[in-house]
């Protein structure tokens, strides 16, 4: 268990790893923590430099991957690495990022790896769809619904609101 210096001393790192107003020497420090989550909050932070991204896009750990590819700073040809990731859960999170270029999920479409590929297709949907809703002449409608217990029996029904 961490002591109370030691936890101090991680979430005052954790907290300055996050913020975009940090120096890149900081952040540039901070890459090379001995914590992943460390590493992870600077491959989030938009203000991490790209020479920081580029060693954090090596990280042992698959979820300091997926937050360099996710990260909207992060360069394409970065972006275009980790979509050949061996790891598939860093092309998972890279498919179901609707940040992600759409080249990038066309790509992941074509992933061998069925939950990747799926996943790449349901984001090119979502991105498809949302271009759609913003078009001036598209009205939008959402229903909801919630189950209801009637007449006192143990039957829920779906009823619309």
């Given at each position: ?48 430099p790209?020479?920081v ?6 990280d ?42 759409p ?52 039957q ?6």
């Amino acid at each position: 268990m961490l002591g109370t210096k030691s936890y101090d001393n991680f979430l005052d790192d954790y907290i300055k790893a996050g913020q975009p107003s940090s120096s890149p020497k900081l952040l540039a420090h901070l890459a090379n923590s001995a914590s992943h989550q460390i590493r992870l909050r600077v491959a989030e932070n938009p203000g991490a430099p790209c020479k920081v991204l580029e060693l954090l896009a090596n990280d042992q750990h698959p979820d300091v991957r997926i937050a360099v590819g996710t990260n909207s700073v992060t360069p394409y040809r970065l972006r275009c690495q980790l979509a050949d990731d061996k790891d598939a859960n860093v092309r998972l999170g890279l498919a179901e990022s609707i940040n992600s270029p759409p080249e990038l999920i066309d790509k992941l479409t074509e992933d061998p790896n069925p939950y990747v590929s799926c996943m790449a297709k349901q984001t090119k949907e979502i991105i498809v769809s949302s271009k759609t809703l913003n078009q001036p002449n598209c009205s939008v409608s959402q229903h909801f619904v919630r189950w209801l217990n009637k007449g006192g029996t143990n039957q829920p029904q779906l009823s619309y609101a």
